[in-house]
């Protein structure tokens, strides 16, 4: 289990996560962060600092953003898993289903 970020950091400039990430898993992708599921330790520590409300326990994400857990999980099929954030910077690009997303947060 980690933790998932969800559709309210589509479009969130907000980098606070990232920071707080003792293990660097916070991912940036064009439009959003991602966490990689392998490298989370399940800290917490990235929840309380999300101004929009997007990160939660992968048990506990809503319903209605039940999508975002295999959305983080599949971003990294083609990255793998580099073992830190920092070492790649930010990805440019996004999940497809973000890459696309019109929708509300």
Same mark, same amino acid.
Do not use: A, N
């Given at each position: 289990m980690a933790y998932v970020i969800t559709s309210p950091c589509?479009?969130?400039?907000?980098?606070?996560?990232?920071e707080?990430? %003792?293990? $660097?898993?916070i991912y940036e992708g064009d439009r959003m962060m991602y966490?990689?599921?392998?490298?989370c330790v399940e800290c917490g520590r990235c929840e309380p600092v999300c101004p929009v409300i997007s990160i939660f326990h992968e048990e506990d994400? %809503?319903? $209605?953003r039940s999508v975002f857990v295999d959305i983080n999980k599949e971003f990294f099929v083609d990255i793998g898993s580099p073992g830190g954030a920092r070492k790649i910077g930010a990805t440019g690009k996004d999940h497809t289903t973000v890459a696309q997303w019109g929708g509300d947060r």
């Open positions: 589509i479009d969130e400039t907000d980098k606070s996560c990232m707080e990430c %003792p293990v $660097d898993c966490i990689h599921p392998d490298e994400v %809503p319903e $209605d």
